[in-house]
């Protein structure tokens, strides 16, 4: 059983930062994507940031593109994404996720599409105050 387990969430003022790990277990193929997501109250899931594991590719939504920045440890089997000038607007539950989506199988890329992983993680909750 493929499980992704997410730590690192917290309280921290606008501008603040904060580091968000997504440990792995159990998926035994090379090569997957991984995505950061994020669901405030009352709004839908959407992708911040996904990387190619085992290849390299990186995506980010245009609202965090500067500010976030997604990374991989492969031998820990585990993905980052270390947020910086954080505000209010990015307080949420965040959810990292695994799969291999169709995009992936034709031309190693990785979508921000929720629709397009298969294994999520419990999420953590992350509060930035003004």
Same mark, same amino acid.
Do not use: H
């Given at each position: 059983? *493929?499980?992704?387990?997410?730590? @690192? ?6 501008? @603040? !930062?904060? /580091? $968000?790990?997504?440990? *792995?277990?159990?998926?035994?193929? !090379?090569? %997957?994507?991984? @995505?950061?997501? =994020? ?5 839908? =899931? ?10 390299? @590719?990186?995506? %980010? ?5 500067? /500010?976030? +920045? ?7 089997? +585990?993905?980052? $994404? ?11 539950? %965040? %959810?990292?996720?695994?799969? /291999? ?6 031309? !190693? ?8 992983? /298969? ?8 509060? *930035?105050?003004?």
């Amino acid at each position: 059983q *493929v499980q992704p387990v997410e730590s @690192g969430g917290g309280s921290v003022q606008a501008g @603040g !930062s904060l /580091r $968000l790990s997504c440990a *792995v277990f159990g998926y035994t193929v !090379s090569t %997957y994507c991984m @995505g950061w997501f =994020r669901q405030a109250p009352g709004k839908e =899931r959407e992708g911040v940031a996904s990387i190619l594991v085992g290849g390299g @590719g990186l995506w %980010y939504a245009d609202s965090v593109k500067g /500010r976030l +920045t997604i990374s991989q440890d492969s031998a820990k089997n +585990t993905v980052y $994404l270390q947020m910086n000038s954080l505000n209010p607007e990015d307080s949420a539950d %965040y %959810y990292c996720a695994a799969g /291999r989506p169709v995009s992936m199988i034709l031309d !190693s890329t990785c979508p921000l599409a929720p629709s397009g992983f /298969r294994y999520w993680g419990q999420g953590t909750q992350v509060t *930035v105050s003004s």
